[in-house]
């Protein structure tokens, strides 16, 4: 029976990374060391942000949650990746193949609305910080965290809804780690030219409209940071957002390169490549970089691990 509309492939074969048997053992290793150190670091921050009062704050709000979203982030298809390392075989049903899609593209557009949230708030914090507790109340905080899972529920469906109206006739074999948007659309025996033309509209509104406020954002940021006096307050400024602006570079960045290109302008190892930044670098690094940079989150820990011990 066909598991989609008019799709008569019931599952896929994913290539993988590379299909050098050499590499296979070494890769397995690697990302497995990837994936745990991601679940300890985003678990960790979690529960830091959970059990120190001095954390609940918007800031530490808007981290609370991109934390939560890199764990299940990086669970969509990190443990499916591990398998196929170790497999002569690498299949994926068609049904899964579908879920996997839909939530890839659910927590990964949610990312890029809660890194928005985030430059908001260092936009108030800095260049309003006498409004920030009034700007930045509690309800307009939830708002822009249910607006940004709201708007990747209705892209996640969007991109979905797109691909299961696409028929698979014989060709089942996806050139990537996982089932990603444009590799699946390769199969397709059918014309895709609707698939491409959401691909880019919606990749579009949820990378351009994203980085366009973050822009302005930091634009208002910077001309604030310049008009300070202090040296020690343009310092602790730019050391507030330091990490943030990390984490937008290496997220918007790599998810440009894959989406926005013309696909036939890049070769779909290039584009394997770029996926590994934004499906298990960033959610590896995010939690590094806002613990080993920040001081209040040094402080949580340190308080936390002193009451457990004594």
């Known amino acids: 029976m066909a598991p989609g509309n008019g799709s008569f492939v019931t599952e896929f074969i994913l290539l993988g990374l590379t299909d050098n048997p050499d590499l296979q053992l070494p890769l ?35 981290l609370f ?46 990312e890029c609305y809660v890194l928005t949230s985030m430059a908001y708030d260092r936009y108030v914090a800095i260049c309003k910080p006498l409004l920030y507790n ?17 708007m990747a529920f209705s892209s996640a469906m969007a991109h979905t809804g797109c ?7 014989d060709a089942n074999t996806i050139n990537h780690y996982f089932c990603d948007i444009l590799p699946v659309l390769q199969l397709s025996c ?12 919606v990749g579009s509104i949820n990378i351009i409209m994203p980085s366009v406020t973050i822009f302005v954002s930091y634009g208002f940021i910077l001309c604030s940071i310049l008009h300070m006096k202090s040296t020690k307050g343009r310092s602790k400024a730019f050391r507030t957002c330091s990490s943030h602006i990390m984490a937008v570079l290496l ?6 390169f894959m989406y926005l290109n013309p696909s036939s302008a890049k070769s779909m190892n290039e584009g394997k490549t770029s996926s590994v930044f934004y499906t298990n670098v960033f959610p590896l690094v995010n939690p ?6 920040n001081k209040d989150v040094k402080f949580a820990l340190s308080k936390t691990l002193s009451s457990r011990m004594f």
């Open 65 to 110: 949650n991109l934390s939560f979203i890199d764990l299940c982030y990086s669970s969509v298809f990190t443990p499916k990746m591990l398998t196929h390392f170790l497999s002569e075989k690498n299949t994926i049903s068609y049904h899964g193949c579908m879920a996997q899609l839909y939530f890839f593209c659910f927590f990964g557009i949610t």
């Open 288 to 293: 590094l970089i806002y613990s080993l940079r």
């Open 251 to 256: 997220f918007f960045g790599s998810g440009v």
């Open 190 to 201: 059918t014309s895709t030219y609707v698939n491409e033309l959401v691909v880019f509209i």
């Open 163 to 169: 691909m299961l109206r696409v028929t698979f006739c």
């Open 28 to 62: 397995f290793f690697l990302f497995l060391a990837i994936y745990i150190i991601t679940i300890l670091g985003n678990l960790g921050l979690i529960t830091l942000i959970g059990l120190n009062s001095h954390l609940h704050t918007p800031m530490y709000f808007f």
């Open 134 to 150: 009034i700007v930045m109340s509690p309800q307009v905080c939830s708002t822009l965290i249910f607006d940004s899972y709201l």
